[in-house]
């Protein structure tokens, strides 16, 4: 027997499978997915491996084919049906298939189990008090001790026996020997929710809710498992919906992966799931140690839990009999992986789930434009909640012109009508959110007194604005030099866009001293429990204003908050990017989505230099459907995803000589091997960022409405790039319709 392996070096030219002879004390112990040690090469290093397939004939010369050396105790195996995932990935994004196969792998080695000591007391009553009397008797305290303790109660913890008795192991021991009492050990799994209690209680659901399950579910139980798209607006109950799919499934005997784009997220989600399902819900996510990320995986394996939640990498959990994959949240660009392969988590989430003959929910009260449009085109099933659960009425939205704010003297980043609504919140006792969607986003130049922005003339997104002086467009590479004086009004007043979320903290605190200030950004929430704390502590009205980036807007339902101000739409709005006024929408309609969840009336402020552009006016509006039938004819317009599809080509080199030539011979192979089929090659153009780490970096794209050419045009030019030498001092990476330009 021999079995196919894929040894654990990311190399291209070693992206291929090994045959090894099965030694016979291995064959009914091996399967696949094992991570083994196989001697490799000429000196026959042990390297690790893992097993793809098996094969009862051999392809090479039998007596050049080595003999697996042993399987690995340390590593964790991979589940059959995410090996092949693993190779779906590869052929979709690139790279390696130990990379991909890395990526499936979300617990890397094993890890010791967590073990829990009992005591338990062998002799009957009679027999015990005997026993004590002697060891009085003799003087031996800490035995007769310990046995007076197991009279009263016959199984004890050690640990207890140990902290509260103070008695040592070798006390425990001696009486062991004597068979007085047996040391009794179980594996216990470390549970990262703590102290908290399931709660079953009846929900009403609403008729559009109600319609949204009984789709879902009529198809599924005619095993038509498919795709489907909940457009519901903010406070519609999607998060209800979801718990009722996965209760189904779960009686059915089958185990749900749902997944949030953010582990600030997790607190308040992972707790409205665990009052439905008690303990058969776990979490999986980057804060957990490894012992906890471990067992978790360990009660996925054993079927000892029906929901797993977390972040992207929850994809992978290897559930027996995986029946269900909500993706919430879907449109959110956490769920595409910046590593090798870089993945989406929603394509990928398909792929599995067909594999698995399972069913994918995609659920946003802002439907990624991507997803939208395979809705409209009939590839995911459409379910739409257009009205809130418990009849609230969705946030009256204000825009402010911040045009006028500045003309009539007002250089706060707070405008007039927000420090207004801000005191009449403070005095009701209401609460408040103040959101700056800054993260991720290049610097624009922009004018503050008629809002022009400057913009690449050929490819319709703003400059960004660089160090040495320049603004650069990272999509075609054209630069010019820095405007001193709008083009537009010829005012001085044009600059960079910039601010940040402790300057608005401070600015807050000096107009409103007597206000609680809460801020929410990467710097306070970098310990383990950093998000749960100021989460709780808002919950619990122990703050009048939150102030934070975009964590704070994401799906959090806080009942006091009655007013939501956003800041800045325009650091969004104009970024580098054709996705700026998607994300700006999504932006704005899911903060104002935080106002008005409770009892009382809910209000949201948008700031902005650019009052009348499209994505402002929708989301004010709330009017989701005029958005994207605008956005879309954008994309038509310019050839975009979803209507067209890109490859981004990201190339990387020490140095800049050698990287100019490599991208010049990418470029032209890409040219001849697109032949008849209409392919737009861009580039090669400086990403956002030209040089890190002494790294000159280029970036090429191919746009085309086939997304299969772009795989075949991937796959030559992977083998163009392994058979030529002169690329092996490049990183080359393939990025499948980038969610930025980077």
């Known amino acids: 027997m021999f079995a196919n392996i894929i040894v654990d070096i990311t190399h291209e030219k070693l992206d291929k499978i090994f045959q090894y002879r099965v030694p016979s004390h291995m064959e009914g112990e091996l399967s696949i997915g094992m991570e083994v040690l196989v001697p490799f090469g000429k000196g026959n290093r042990m390297t690790k491996g893992y097993v793809v397939d098996f094969s009862e004939n051999c392809d090479y010369d039998l007596s050049k084919v080595k003999e697996i050396a042993e399987i690995s105790r340390k590593g964790m195996a991979i589940e059959g049906k995410l090996v092949a995932l693993a190779a779906w990935m590869k052929e979709h994004y690139g790279g390696t298939m130990i990379q991909a196969l890395k990526t499936v792998l979300p617990i890397k080695q094993k890890e010791q189990a967590k073990v829990k000591k009992k005591v338990r007391l062998l002799l009957n009553e009679e027999e015990g008090k005997i026993k004590l009397d002697f060891y009085l008797h003799k003087n031996q305290k800490a035995r007769a001790r310990l046995l007076a303790a197991l009279l009263d109660e016959p199984v004890l913890d050690y640990e207890l026996i140990n902290k509260k008795l103070n008695i040592t192991l070798n006390v425990v021991r001696a009486l062991e020997e004597q068979g007085v009492l047996s040391i009794e050990s179980e594996q216990v799994y470390r549970n990262p929710i703590q102290n908290r209690k399931q709660q079953v209680k009846d929900i009403c659901y609403t008729d559009e809710q109600k319609n949204a399950i009984e789709c879902f579910w009529g198809d599924y139980q005619k095993q038509q498992y498919g795709t ?187 405008s007039r009508k927000l420090q207004q609504m801000i005191a009449d919140r403070l005095q009701k006792k209401e609460q408040i959110m103040l959101f700056l969607n800054r993260r991720g986003y290049a610097g624009f130049i922009s004018c503050r007194e008629c809002g022009f922005v400057v913009k690449c003339p050929h490819c319709d997104v703003s400059l960004s604005y660089h160090r040495n002086g320049k603004m650069v467009c990272h999509y075609c590479g054209y630069e010019q030099e820095r405007v001193q004086i709008c083009p537009e009004c010829g005012s001085r007043h044009i600059g960079e866009f910039k601010a940040g979320t402790q300057q608005i903290e401070e600015v807050v605190k000096k107009h409103f001293p007597e206000a609680r200030v809460l801020r929410m950004d990467l710097d306070t929430t970098r310990s383990k429990d950093g998000h749960e704390k100021i989460l709780a502590a808002f919950a619990n009205e122990e703050a009048d204003i939150l102030v934070g980036t975009q964590m704070i807007v994401k799906g959090h339902d806080f009942p006091n908050v009655t007013l939501v101000g956003i800041l800045a739409a325009d650091m969004s709005l104009y970024s580098n990017d054709y996705r700026a006024g998607e994300r700006t929408f999504q932006l704005l309609t899911q903060a104002a989505g935080r106002a008005g969840r409770g009892a009382k009336k809910g209000e949201a402020l948008i700031q902005t230099y650019s009052p009348k552009h499209y994505a402002i006016v929708t989301a004010a509006a709330q009017d989701y459907e005029a958005f994207y039938e605008e956005e879309i004819h954008y994309r038509e317009l310019m050839g975009y995803p979803p209507v067209d599809n890109l490859l981004a080509i990201l190339v990387s080199c020490e140095k800049e000589a050698l990287l100019e030539t490599g991208c010049k011979y990418l470029k032209e192979f890409a040219v001849r091997i697109r032949g008849a089929e209409e392919v737009a090659i861009i580039g090669p153009a400086s990403p956002g960022i030209g040089k890190i780490n002494d790294v000159y970096r280029k970036v090429l794209y191919l746009k085309t409405e086939k997304y299969d050419t772009l795989i075949k045009m991937k796959n030559k030019l992977e083998q163009y790039i392994e058979v030529n030498p002169g690329f092996n001092p490049m990183r080359i990476q393939f990025d499948f319709n980038p969610m930025h330009i980077s």
């Open 228 to 414: 489907y798209l909940i457009h519901g607006v903010t406070g519609s109950g999607k998060t209800e919906v979801y718990m009722e799919m996965i209760a189904r499934v779960a009686a059915k005997g089958r185990q749900a992966i749902v997944l949030i784009p953010e582990i600030a997220l997790t607190f308040q989600t992972v707790m409205r799931f665990y009052r439905r399902f008690g303990d058969r819900v776990s979490i999986m996510n980057s804060r957990l140690s490894a012992g906890e990320r471990y067992d978790q995986m360990m009660r996925a394996k054993a079927g000892e839990i029906d929901v797993m939640i977390g972040p992207r990498s929850a994809l992978f959990t290897p559930f027996p009999n995986l029946g269900l994959i909500v993706i919430d949240e879907e449109h959110e660009n956490t769920y595409k992986s910046e590593q090798i392969p870089r993945y989406h988590a929603r394509e990928t989430a398909i792929a599995r789930a067909k594999l698995e003959q399972a069913s994918v929910i995609l659920g946003s009260a802002t439907p990624s434009v991507e997803a939208m449009y395979r809705a409209k085109h009939g590839e995911y099933k459409l379910l739409e909640l257009h009205k809130r659960s418990g009849n609230q009425e969705m946030a009256q939205v204000h825009v402010v012109d911040l045009r006028k704010e500045l003309r009539d003297g007002n250089r706060s980043i707070l």
